[in-house]
């Protein structure tokens, strides 16, 4: 009697080998526009790099605002809303950014990331005064969108629509308050301020009161894109390999079947 069926084992085979083949093709093709996201946003460095200095002020257009423009402030420095973000690394260690409003006019202001500095770590470290220097000063920096965010497990489901800057009560803390992220949203609604809407990553010298230099050697994303498409061309491999394996099996239950239904010898 012939076997009208493929074996259970040979069918699982087949199944299995095809989920590996387009799993693996899948994840090819979003190494891909993994590379093609990361040339994009090399390019809008570039782009943003190769323009002409700008000179920031409160009438400023947003259309000027172009990531990673070099740019130039004159303002004073606003130490009383100055924020540590903290687990910003810098060479392994741990530490922060320091980010302060530069007031341009009366109450209208931008906020600059100025720095690392290393988290004080054993007992008696204390962090060290952190305010800028003294009346009108005139920074350097380059435009960001929006200050970097690091990931944070609370913020899924949080209900609270209040943000951790105002949560933290911070202008009656001795210490400027630490966070994991700002928005420039929730800045201005605990600062008062009216905010310029872009961030100034500063690279002009800037000194902490106490001489320590701010460490302003910042990291720029991830533009790497042959590293992505390397990936891609490996799950591509291995979804080849998993087409190839596929066709073996299924050759080989055809060619049974086939034997099974046409038997090439009789007995007289």
Not at 60 to 81: H, I, K, M, S, Y
Not at 107 to 129: F, S
Not at 189 to 196: D, E, I, V
Request: with cysteine; charged share 15%; hydrophobic share 45%.
């Amino acid at each position: 009697m012939t076997q009208a069926n493929l074996p259970l084992r040979t069918l699982s085979a087949l199944i299995t080998l095809a989920i590996v083949a387009a799993v693996c093709f899948s994840l090819g093709q979003w190494q891909l526009d993994r590379a093609a996201e990361r040339e994009a946003i090399l390019e809008r460095i570039n782009a943003g790099r190769a323009m002409a200095p700008l000179t920031l002020r409160v009438q400023t257009p947003a259309a000027q605002l172009t990531p990673w423009r070099r740019v130039q402030a004159t303002g004073q420095w606003l130490d009383q809303f100055t924020v540590l973000l903290a687990n910003r690394n810098h060479e392994g260690r741990p530490g922060y950014w320091v980010a302060t409003p530069l007031e341009l006019e009366p109450n209208q202001a931008v906020i600059v990331l100025r720095g690392w500095i290393p988290r004080p770590i054993g007992a008696g470290q204390t962090l060290p005064e952190l305010s800028g220097a003294a009346g009108t000063q005139t920074i350097e920096g380059e435009l960001l969108s929006h200050i970097p965010r690091l990931f944070e497990l609370w913020s899924f489901g949080a209900a609270d629509t209040e943000s951790p800057l105002e949560q933290a009560n911070w202008q009656e803390q001795h210490s400027p308050p630490e966070l994991q992220n700002l928005s420039l949203q929730d800045a201005q609604r605990a600062t008062g301020l009216k905010l310029l809407p872009a961030v100034v990553q500063q690279t002009s010298a800037d000194r902490l009161p106490n001489g320590t230099p701010l460490v302003q050697d910042w990291a720029a994303p991830q533009t790497d894109a042959d590293k992505n498409r390397g990936y891609a061309l490996q799950w591509f491999i291995f979804a080849l390999i998993a087409l190839g394996a596929w066709l073996v099996v299924a050759w080989r239950a055809w060619q049974r079947r086939r034997n099974v239904a046409s038997p090439s010898h009789f007995k007289e």
